[in-house]
């Protein structure tokens, strides 16, 4: 977020009067892809870019730097505009002790409940993150860890249990769950090379064919093990699998994939625990916290 608080400041200065109007230019000074300007916040409900920009100017506001003449409407101030012109640097550490920043955020901790303003970091312990940044990377840090942890457990789980448990995952995902769907293991030997088939059709004739290999994470699988998958499909007349490991998949075996007409799909040790934590297999609810922002249409002057 800091390095967006002089840049919104100039663009206040001029014509723009809000975060979005300040997007444009904030994507052609930084460089911005499409893609980047794209980017979702974990909670969905707005791009990371406007939600920079958008507490950029929040700030900017609170240090008095940037005045609201009206509903909806920002402009740089006259210290913004002085600051400007003495060509002052401002990034977060800065803003964060200016005393009209300090005393508008004590204000507003005040108003909020709190008896006397929380404690905040010192400037220089303080990051350039927007709240829900913070919140956005605690939770991919919460994640990472908890995937860590279902795979320590899938190396150890019995290879049967494993099957079934992939089987219950594509289940979750809407693979064979429908009024006619149905999916059920095979024999444990004997099976060809298949460990699980899934019937989208009440008469089966829409199949997907389930390989499931729980391997330690430092063994790959290999061109050799694809093609024995692929053999399997073709003897039974199948064209859809889903080839699912703990482990990894090699470069080889992936590029096997382009040659074949067969449509597969490789699931990876990172993937499946992804997926697991996405559909709720294997993990359980523990906290969940609600993100709210300010509904503009709510507030929309209907006659304006």
């Known amino acids: 977020m800091g390095e967006f608080l002089l840049p919104c400041l100039r663009l206040l200065a001029g014509e723009a009067r809000n975060a979005r109007a300040c997007l444009p230019s904030l994507q052609r000074e930084f460089g911005l892809t499409g893609e ?103 939770h991919r840090e919460i994640e990472s860890a908890l995937a860590d942890g279902i795979l320590q457990r899938l190396y150890a789980i019995n290879p049967v249990r494993f099957e079934r448990l992939i089987l219950e995952l594509l289940a979750k995902m ?34 997907v064919y389930i390989q499931a290999k729980r391997y330690a994470p430092e063994i790959k699988v290999g061109r050799p093990a694809i093609q024995q998958f692929i053999g399997s499909l073709t003897g039974e007349g199948a064209t859809k699998g889903v080839f699912v490991t703990t482990s990894t998949f090699s470069a080889d075996a992936r590029a096997y994939l382009g040659k074949v007409q067969h449509r597969v799909v490789l699931i990876d ?30 507030f929309a002057d209907p006659e304006g």
């Open 36 to 138: 980047e300007m794209a980017e979702m916040l974990k909670s969905g409900t707005r791009t990371r870019v406007f939600d920079r920009a958008d507490w950029a100017i929040f700030h900017l506001l609170k240090a008095g730097l940037v005045d609201r003449p009206a509903r909806g409407v920002m402009v740089a101030s006259d210290e913004g505009r002085a600051w400007l012109a003495a060509r002052k640097p401002l990034d977060w550490r800065i803003i964060r002790s200016l005393p009209s920043h300090q005393a508008a955020m004590a204000k507003a901790a005040q108003k909020s409940g709190e008896s006397e303003p929380s404690p905040r970091p010192a400037p220089a312990d303080l990051p350039g993150e927007t709240p829900e940044d913070v919140i956005d990377r605690a």
């Open 174 to 207: 809407g693979y064979g769950a429908g009024n006619f769907g149905s999916h059920h293991m095979t024999r444990a030997s004997g099976d060809g090379g298949i460990d699980g088939i899934i019937h989208e059709d009440a008469l089966g004739l829409d199949a």
């Open 269 to 298: 040790g990172a993937h499946l625990a992804r997926l697991m934590i996405r559909h709720g297999v294997g993990v359980r609810d523990r906290l969940t916290y609600v993100i709210r922002s300010v509904d503009e249409d709510y």
